[in-house]
């Protein structure tokens, strides 16, 4: 879930780094657990969007990003928006064993069709309300 996160590399400007927190639900319940990334969309024309952000929610559902160069928070801009609560472990060889079920619709983890733009001064109201239908 988090390994297109990890493939963004590169030098980014901690300017543009803001805080960026909130509350995920599931049909209006706080969804504990799950992974939260969010992926910058690169504007048109360029290749590269920037790095990504992650954070786990804890059971009131409420999370707190943290960029994966640059600390807490998110790049200012619009963001593809994914959650999941799958967890596995990693056995031996590398391979991931005992995968437990996805409890969030797939339209918002591989497929998601969430988005969110983070404003240049952060904000604390990055909820995201899921629904199953």
Do not use: W
């Not at 980014?12 to 319940?29: N, Q, Y």
């Not at 994966?68 to 064993?97: C, F, Q, W």
């Not at 998601?112 to 952060?122: A, C, K, N, R, S």
Request: negative net charge; contains cysteine.
């Amino acid at each position: 879930m988090l390994l297109p996160l990890l493939v963004l590399s590169g030098c980014f400007s901690s300017e543009k780094i803001v805080p960026v927190s909130g509350v995920v639900t599931l049909d209006g319940e706080p969804l504990a657990d799950a992974v939260i990334g969010f992926e910058p969309i690169a504007a048109a024309g360029q290749l590269e969007a920037g790095q990504g952000s992650y954070a786990r929610s804890n059971a009131e559902g409420r999370f707190v990003l943290v960029s994966l160069y640059d600390g807490a928070g998110a790049l200012v801009g619009p963001h593809r928006v994914s959650v999941s609560t799958v967890v596995g472990k990693e056995g031996p060889n590398g391979e991931i064993l005992g995968l437990t079920k996805e409890r969030v619709p797939s339209r918002y983890n591989n497929d998601t069709e969430l988005t969110f733009d983070v404003p240049p001064g952060g904000t604390a109201e990055a909820n995201l309300e899921l629904k199953r239908k």
